[in-house]
């Protein structure tokens, strides 16, 4: 059983950064495919970006601005959020799944309880 606790959400102006992590306990991150995944108020659940190996994948939305990386020794993953924009305002949920990436929810076993991040205009 894995579990995961997202930490590094806040309020920030726009145009600013944030970095959430991912701390993963209960299994090594680096066996699984990691994501990042936000929901709105009165919005569904959406994909933000994931991270198999070496390889990663972002929405469309926030590529250019957001990078995902993980540091295995720390069993930490992470999002690295710059050019904030109140369009990013929701909560950030990290997630861990068995096999390779998806930027489907309902295929991620795992998930960490949230952390908001606000974005000020």
């Known amino acids: 059983q894995v579990q995961l606790v997202e930490s590094g959400g806040g309020l920030v102006q726009a145009g600013g950064s944030l970095r959430l992590s991912c701390a993963a306990s209960?299994?090594?991150?680096?066996?699984?495919?990691m994501g990042w995944f936000r929901q709105a108020p009165g919005k569904e659940r959406e994909f933000v970006a994931t991270?198999?190996?070496?390889?990663?994948y972002y929405a469309d939305s926030v590529k250019g601005r957001f990078t995902i990386s993980r540091d295995n020794a720390r069993n930490t993953v992470y999002l690295q959020m710059n050019l904030l924009n109140a369009e990013d305002t929701a909560v950030y949920y990290c997630?861990?799944?068995?096999?390779?990436?998806?930027?489907?929810?309902?295929?991620?076993?795992?998930w960490g309880q949230g952390t908001q991040v606000t974005v000020s205009s």
């Open positions: 209960g299994g090594s991150s680096s066996r699984y495919a």
């Open positions: 991270i198999t190996g070496g390889a990663t």
């Open positions: 997630a861990a799944r068995r096999g390779l990436y998806s930027r489907s929810s309902s295929t991620y076993d795992y």
